[in-house]
């Protein structure tokens, strides 16, 4: 006699459609303790784990020497002064809303926790993802490469969405430029490495990396000419590459 097969239970996700339902109701009522109760029953442990995901997903680990769990504690608090600003009436979803928002918040703490740490060491890094073994350090090389990172980070703060229209590009645009941030403190690694460094950020395959990191590559070597001739890149330049 065969034995039934149980069926799966289904795993409930842990920011579900209950949650913007709760969110709405925090939204809706003035009473404080009401606030808190729902808060505590159906928002706080979803709230937590997004951002937990974000930090570890994206590798937001330029803290300035806090412990994650503060940092996961900072952005929960920041993320709970903008419960308010949740307009589901627009179409929008809690979970892609408040990850938007924890993003953008973690983005702008990495970068000025990034900047306390630069130091002279830097890497020979031409975003063609090839990294020497050991590499000068910036007094021998010269501030202007460290100011032409400062430059070309600052630069595509606000445009990885204009040259990347696909969700998942986007995504790889990002991890490349968090290598930027990092390459103070990526000791050695080689083209392998880091695909596989990226990879593990995005969850994308070796041939999404490569047309990402080409387009990037391309894009740099123009910026960089610029940077050469005016001592800056132009913000408002938009750099167009033969496909």
């Not at 149980?6 to 606030?35: H, L, M």
């Not at 979803?93 to 306390?116: D, E, G, Q």
């Not at 990002?174 to 080689?190: G, T, Y």
């Not at 387009?215 to 750099?239: A, Q, T, V």
Request: hydrophobic letters at 35%.
């Amino acid at each position: 006699m065969q034995k039934k097969k149980r069926a799966r239970k289904s795993k409930k996700q842990y920011f579900g459609p209950e949650v913007d339902v709760a969110i709405i109701e925090y939204n809706a009522t003035e009473d404080t303790e009401v606030k808190s109760r729902i808060y505590e029953r159906e928002i706080r442990k979803p709230m937590e784990k997004l951002v937990e995901n974000i930090i570890h997903t994206f590798k937001f680990y330029y803290t300035d020497n806090v412990p994650l769990h503060e940092v996961q504690h900072e952005v929960v608090s920041f993320l709970c002064e903008k419960l308010g600003k949740f307009k589901p009436e627009k179409g929008s979803k809690a979970f892609s809303y408040f990850s938007m928002v924890a993003k953008n918040y973690c983005i702008l703490k990495n970068r000025k926790n990034y900047k306390k740490l630069i130091e002279t060491k830097r890497i020979d890094y031409d975003l063609s993802i090839e990294i020497a073994d050991s590499t000068p350090t910036a007094d021998e090389e010269g501030p202007d490469l460290e100011k032409f990172f400062e430059k070309y980070l600052e630069y595509w703060d606000d445009k990885v969405e204009l040259y990347y229209k696909k969700e998942r590009d986007q995504r790889l645009a990002e991890a490349v430029l968090e290598l930027f941030r990092k390459r103070d403190r990526i000791e050695i690694f080689n083209k392998k490495a880091l695909y596989v460094y990226i990879r593990e950020m995005t969850n994308a395959n070796t041939q999404q990396i490569t047309k990402v990191v080409k387009d990037m590559k391309l894009r740099w070597k123009h910026m960089y000419s610029d940077f050469l001739e005016k001592g800056y890149i132009p913000k408002e330049k938009i750099y167009e590459i033969e496909k």
